[in-house]
T-cell receptor, first 114, second 114 residues
Framework: SQQGEEDPQALSIQEGENATMNCSYKTSINNLQWYRQNSGRGLVHLILIRSNEREKHSGRLRVTLDTSKKSSSLLITASRAADTASYFCAPEDAGGTSYGKLTFGQGTILTVHP | EPEVTQTPSHQVTQMGQEVILRCVPISNHLYFYWYRQILGQKVEFLVSFYNNEISEKSEIFDDQFSVERPDGSNFTLKIRSTKLEDSAMYFC????????????FGPGTRLTVT
């Protein structure tokens, strides 16, 4: 399976501001997932967007997918200090037989200052 | 809400010793995974397990590693003869079925090899 590349590597914002992070990938996908990891802890699944979807919302999260540009973005609105974490995208290859193997990049480290 | 659990939370062992890391996946899930994260590095896939056999493994998962689902609830990772470079956080994850792509991660076991 392919690895997504997150950008920026680090993002520092004030509480209440919006945070946008981006993910690029290389080959066609079935879906793309976003995960969060708080320092030293397990990953938490945030949202999945399928290749035939362009936008998806979940609470304060908004994910977009542009398959023509092979990119996705994750927007967190009205950020809170508790959103401080690393965020990862995980594209799932189209037509693959990877049994769901996820390949993670370095992620975006988000710091939300109170 | 069901969750993946892992024991122990921290394991210290001497180089050359065998360790077994234990995971209890979510009960109706069918796909199981181990990942590891060396301090300061990205989360790396080790192995996936489905229908009582390994479905995919990474280059990291050499002959020193093995997985087992001994009793229908536990999912274990065994490292036969630990090396210093095996020191890492080990995460277990599970996924419900073929069309549900989200993976649910456990909190991890920190393995320290001295």
């Amino acid at each position: 399976s392919q690895q997504g590349e997150e950008d920026p590597q680090a993002l520092s914002i004030q509480e209440g501001e919006n945070a946008t992070m981006n993910c690029s990938y290389k080959t066609s996908i079935n879906n793309l997932q976003w995960y969060r990891q708080n320092s030293g802890r397990g990953l938490v699944h945030l949202i999945l967007i399928r290749s035939n979807e362009r936008e998806k919302h979940s609470g304060r999260l908004r994910v977009t997918l542009d398959t023509s540009k092979k990119s996705s973005s994750l927007l967190i609105t009205a950020s809170r200090a508790a959103d401080t974490a690393s965020y990862f995208c995980a594209p799932e290859d189209a037509g693959g037989t990877s049994y769901g193997k996820l390949t993670f990049g370095q992620g975006t480290i988000l710091t939300v200052h109170p | 809400e069901p969750e993946v659990t892992q024991t122990p939370s921290h394991q210290v062992t001497q180089m050359g010793q065998e360790v077994i890391l234990r995971c209890v996946p979510i009960s109706n899930h069918l796909y199981f995974y181990w990942y590891r994260q060396i301090l300061g590095q990205k989360v790396e896939f080790l192995v996936s397990f489905y229908n009582n056999e390994i479905s995919e493994k990474s280059e990291i998962f050499d002959d020193q590693f093995s997985v087992e689902r001994p009793d229908g609830s536990n999912f274990t990772l065994k490292i036969r003869s630990t090396k210093l470079e095996d020191s890492a956080m080990y995460f277990c994850a599970s996924r419900s079925w073929v069309s549900s792509y989200e993976q649910y991660f456990g909190p991890g076991t920190r393995l320290t090899v001295t």
